[in-house]
């Protein structure tokens, strides 16, 4: 969906969230953080210490930003439409 670095922002269909990745040399992936979808919007839940052990923070920060935008956005349109 978006990637900056070697962060990705995506849907995962094996997970059945959306989710950002962090992509090694080799092209595997872990996952950093979910996103959770509650009856209030989307909910950020980490894997361990992984965001805090992030080498480049500001990067990060920043995909976290679009991810809840375009989040909030998806999340009011659904609300708009049911």
């Known amino acids: 969906m978006k990637q ?3 962060l990705k922002f995506l849907y995962s269909d094996t997970n059945q969230k959306w989710e950002i990745v962090q992509v ?8 950093i ?8 919007g989307y909910n950020i839940r980490f894997v361990g210490k992984r965001p805090f052990e992030y080498t480049d923070p500001a ?6 930003r679009y991810a809840d935008r375009f989040l909030e ?9 049911s």
Do not use: I, Q, R
């Not at 090694?24 to 996952?31: K, N, Q």
């Not at 990067?59 to 976290?64: E, H, I, K, N, T």
């Open 4 to 6: 900056v670095n070697d």
């Open 24 to 31: 090694s040399d080799s092209g595997s992936t872990f996952v």
């Open 33 to 40: 953080m979910f996103f959770d979808k509650g009856s209030e």
């Open 59 to 64: 990067v990060l920060w920043s995909l976290m």
């Open 73 to 81: 956005a998806e999340f009011n349109l659904e609300e708009d439409l």
